[in-house]
């Protein structure tokens, strides 16, 4: 199994561009997850979902959108790139849903993104 | 807002030293996960905690949770270069189904 893979691994862009980080999973999971990591923050949740076609806001959801259109595919959206949108984003996913509170969260190896 | 708090941020040290990382919140986390994660890796996770005074071992790291379920360690015996990485501590899930990350402590083990 690939686990979770995102694409691309590096990405620049300008101020006011939009783009699409990819995400998918061949573990069948219901819940998958986009984070953003900033040094010394830690993960910050952004979007989330608990399965095809239900999508809900994390911590830090402004100025991206997601959707969940299969199980295994759920994609990051920058709407107008802004520079505070430098970050390094990680996808994860995880069964079961609710509280599967025992079970691991299963990251992506991230994309790194800058915004010049 | 359920926040977490870990420190040290930063801690180099020579290998066969021991060390212990702290995970703190003034909120209650229905469980405690531990992950280490590598440059250019997500994280991977270690070890879940769930019962207050939980204690857990992984070969030379040991993991406990506080009685009251707001805090949570990491010791590590004898590191070694191997042990080098990020360690993040994660709480919840909330109602909201969502995991609380800490900010991480970031070891370097010196051979």
Not at chain 1, 1 to 25: E, I
Not at chain 1, 109 to 116: A, D, F, K, P, S
Not at chain 2, 36 to 47: F, I, M, S, W
Not at chain 2, 50 to 68: H, P
Request: net charge neutral; proline share 6%.
């Amino acid at each position: 199994n690939a686990g979770v893979t995102q694409t691309p691994k590096f990405q620049v862009l300008k101020t006011g561009q939009s783009m699409t980080l990819q995400c998918a999973q061949d573990m069948n999971h219901e819940y998958m997850s986009w984070y953003r990591q900033d040094p010394g923050m830690g993960l910050r949740l952004i979007h989330y979902s608990v399965g095809a076609g239900i999508t809900d806001q994390g911590e830090v959801p402004n100025g991206y959108n997601v959707s969940r259109s299969t199980t295994e595919d759920f994609p990051l959206r920058l709407l107008s790139a802004a520079p505070s949108q430098t970050s390094v984003y990680f996808c994860a996913s995880r069964s079961p849903t609710g509280w599967g509170y025992n079970s691991p969260l299963h990251f992506g190896n991230g994309t790194r993104l800058t915004v010049t | 807002t359920q926040l977490l708090e870990q420190s040290p941020q930063f801690l180099s040290i020579q290998e066969g030293e021991n060390l212990t990382v702290y995970c703190n919140s003034s909120s209650v986390f229905s469980s405690l996960q531990w992950y280490r994660q590598e440059p250019g890796e997500g994280p991977v996770l270690l070890v879940t905690v769930v019962t207050g005074g939980e204690v857990k071992k992984l070969k030379r790291l040991t993991f406990q949770f506080g009685d009251a379920r707001k805090d949570s360690s990491l010791h590590i015996t004898a590191a070694q270069p191997g042990d080098t990485g990020l360690y993040l501590c994660a709480g919840g899930p909330n109602a909201g189904n969502m995991l609380t990350f800490g900010g991480g402590t970031r070891l370097m083990v010196k051979p």
